[in-house]
Every structure is written in C-alpha cells, then in structure tokens.
C-alpha cells in the first residue's frame, strides 16, 4: 500500500487527508517514484477549491511536482533505472496523474534526471517555475546580454526563477512587489532593482533604470492598474508576457504606445513548453546545465512534513511565504 494525500469533497485545507491507497505498477511510458520531497503550487489549492480548469472526482488525487528514486520502470521506457534521482516536470493534469503520495507513477516524458549534488527539497522546488521561465523567456523572448525584463510578483517562486534565468543570460531583472516587508528579500535573493507598487512611480523609474530606452521583455502574472505603467516603460518591439491575472482590477491598455513602439502583449501558459516535446526536452537541457554549474538554486521559503500537508496549504494561501513551499518524506 502507498501513502496519498487527498480530498473528499472541496473546501480548505482542512478537508485535505492521507489515505492509504493500492501501489499501481506503471505501464507503458510510465515509471513509479519512492517520493522524497513535494512542491506545493497554487494550482492545488484550485483544485482543491473546486476552482480549476478541471473539476475533482472524490476522493481526489493531486499534485504536480515531486522528487525521489526510481523505484520501477514501466514497457517502452529508455533512459531511467531503478535507483535514479530524478524530479517531476507538471507535464500532466491531477485526472491523469497525481504524484502527492509516498510511491507515484507518472510519464516518463515528464521526469528528468537530477544532477549531482541537488538536494530532494532544491529538487522539488526547481522544475515548475524554472520550466515556466524558459518557455517564455528564453525560448520565446531570446532574453540575452544587456537586456532588461520586468518581473511582476517577482517574490514568487516563478519571479525568483526568472530573476536567477536572467543573470545567467546576462540580462538585468527589474522586480516589482507590492508588500514592503519583501524588499529586503528580493535583495538578499539577488535583485539589484526592486519597485514598489503604491511607493514608487514604476513607469519613471524603470525608465531611469532602462537610461531612458524602456525594458525589452515583462514578464507579469498580475496585471490590474499598474499595468499601463509597466507597458509605457518598454521599448521599440518590447515583448510583454501575461501568465496569470492575480489582479482583480480592471487593466488599462496605453493604446498609443503600443501602436508606435510595436509592442507585443501575449498570453503565455506553461503547457506551451510541456505539450511539445522538442520543447521540453530543451528546457530540461538548459535547467539542468544550470542546476550542475550551479546558477540555478530554487528559493525555498519553508519544508513541512509530509503529514503536515494542512499546515502547509495554510501557510501557501496566507500569501506570506518567499519562494517554494516543500512537503518532505522520510
């Protein structure tokens, strides 16, 4: 028997459980994880709200990032052993596969190798948001040396990310926060220019920054207000990503600067890089070559044991943590 968290019925934290479940053998294309570590994602807690693009069957399984040992290996399956290190890439939905449990199966597509020396917490933490980074930033954008990308909601996992992406390309990451206890935080992390919205004027500054040419690339999950702002701060054929929309406000459009600098405003989801297998196996490439050289280094914010699940999901959605939030296992 394996060990799972689940849900039977949504609602809080609270409702979260671990139930003991039949270990399934993998099948074809698939292997089967001895987990160590998960990483939480917001996309959980959707879920387990009954707010996500998907809706839950009870009792619902879940979670989408996860690291441990190949314990079996399914038919047609080249490259892994029984015994390999490996992480979970979220390359899947929680009614294909759910990895939050002690033994996981999931598609051999979607696991990739860790290299030496990174820890089963680092592991956990490192592949959904700098998956996420990739995709848009450099197999998108061709973010490179003496760039500048704006990073909205740059505390998160996936901002912090693209902050470690951007210094490793040689390019300048301008971070953009709205809480001030997480200034100090962002420079410890490695941000040499951090704005405050509601503190600081962000369209002068990051003009000051940029000596008046504008940033090349945003990368923004929020929108909302501040969003004209951001766009009137990029230059000539400026590149802007929306991945999310934390912002429930409405988002103006400065119409006039797009049209004379010819901006490009796109929607941009993680599936662009996880549905295409040229492109993931790009992304696994270039993370993992960071990971051994050591530039990429995920943020955890706090580990909580397995069992601790809810107060883990609590912490998640007070909005108070830097970085990623792991689950770890014996």
Known sequence: MARAIRFHETGGPEVLRIDEVPTSEPKSGEVRIRVHALGLNRADSM???GRYVIEPKFPASFGYEAAGTIDAVGPDVDGFAIGDPVAVIPAFMFDEYAVFADLA???????????AGVSWEKAA???MPFTTVWG??????????????????ASSSVGLAAMQIA???????????????????????????ILQTGADDIEREILRITDGQGARVVFDPVTGPDFEHIIKATCKDAIVFIY????HDATPIPVMHILGKHTTIRGYEFIEVTSDDSKLARAKAFITEGM????????????????????????????SQFGKIVLTLE
């Open 244 to 247: 999310g929309a934390l912002s």
């Open 105 to 115: 199966i999931a598609p051999a597509r979607a696991v990739v190798k860790l290299p």
């Open 292 to 319: 051994s050289a050591g530039h990429f280094n995920a943020q955890i914010a706090r580990t909580f044991k397995f069992e601790d699940a809810v107060d883990a999901y609590r912490y998640l959605e007070s909005n």
């Open 125 to 127: 933490a490192t592949w």
């Open 47 to 49: 879920y387990r709200t």
């Open 167 to 193: 210094h490793h390309v040689g390019a300048t990451p301008i971070a953009i926060t709205r809480k001030g206890e997480k200034l100090e935080e962002l420079k410890s992390a490695g941000f040499t220019y």
């Open 136 to 153: 848009a930033l450099i197999d998108i954008a061709n973010l490179g040396a003496g760039d500048f990308v704006v990073l909205g909601a």
